[in-house]
Nanobody, 130 residues
Framework: QLQLAETGGGLVQPGGSLRLSCVGSGFAEATADYYAVGWFRQVPGADSEGISC????????GYAEFTKGRFAISRDNAKKTVYLQMNTLKPEDTAKYFCARATYGFCPTAWSRLDVFEQWGQGTQVTVSS
């Protein structure tokens, strides 16, 4: 079964940048690049927030309003990896960030909803603080 693992989180000062990675692995890793992938974030006690989604071919469905041009999603299928570049980070961006695999190669119409994705990783914590 395909597995997803996120890395790249950590503590960063306001205004700083981080690049998160979502790597597909497992016996089905050869097919990891077949699927669309979304990025989400969640803080304790709140619902998850969809950030963006990228298709298997690299088409981007859009970004959540709160990113306001600060975040960028991309993928490198040769590396079975989807990235989330985050710039100009703010304290309110503090959350656990995780990636989710779609059922098909295209992003779901309701890509901002986690329940339309098939599986997701454990997440990586991002803390923005001075």
């Amino acid at each position: 079964q395909l597995q997803l693992a996120e890395t790249g989180g950590g503590l960063v000062q306001p205004g700083g940048s981080l690049r998160l990675s979502c790597v597909g692995s497992g016996f089905a890793e050869a097919t990891a690049d077949y699927y669309a992938v979304g990025w989400f974030r969640q803080v304790p006690g709140a619902d998850s927030e969809g950030i963006s989604c990228i298709s298997s071919s690299g088409d981007i469905s859009g970004y959540a309003e709160f990113t306001k041009g600060r975040f960028a999603i991309s993928r490198d299928n040769a590396k079975k990896t989807v990235y989330l570049q985050m710039n100009t980070l703010k304290p309110e961006d503090t959350a656990k960030y995780f990636c989710a695999r779609a059922t098909y190669g295209f992003c779901p119409t309701a890509w901002s909803r986690l329940d339309v994705f098939e599986q997701w990783g454990q997440g990586t914590q991002v803390t923005v603080s001075s």
